[in-house]
């Protein structure tokens, strides 16, 4: 999803409400911008074929608090209490920070 698709989803009135996307010209671009550079993208092969069962779970508390993350079926668990300057940030930006401090602390696993 890019901005221009948040702000037409958040512009609707109620969930189930049809929205006109004639519109949304910049949203348009964005639609037409990735139908025609799509096919440009590589994957990495290499990634796309390792298969791991290694799960990790991560969450920025709502209520500014914290962050935590655990790594499924293991006793490993990371927990952060934010610092006041990191608690009045975005969440996007608290929940990006618990997937880093969890890779931090589980890096020994990987």
């Given at each position: ?11 609707r ?5 049809f ?13 037409l ?62 929940e ?15």
């Open positions: 999803m890019t901005r221009c698709t948040l702000s037409v989803i958040n512009s009135d109620e969930w189930d409400q929205v006109d996307l004639n519109f949304y010209s910049a949203f348009i671009r964005k639609i911008f990735w139908r025609q550079n799509i096919v440009n993208l590589k994957p990495v092969a290499a990634i796309l074929r390792e298969n791991s069962d290694f799960k990790a779970f991560t969450d920025a508390s709502c209520s500014n608090g914290a962050a935590a993350g655990f790594v499924a079926n293991s006793d490993y668990m990371m927990h952060k209490q934010w610092l006041q300057r990191e608690a009045i940030k975005r969440s996007t930006w608290r990006l920070k618990a997937v880093e401090l969890s890779i931090d602390s589980f890096k020994h696993l990987l």
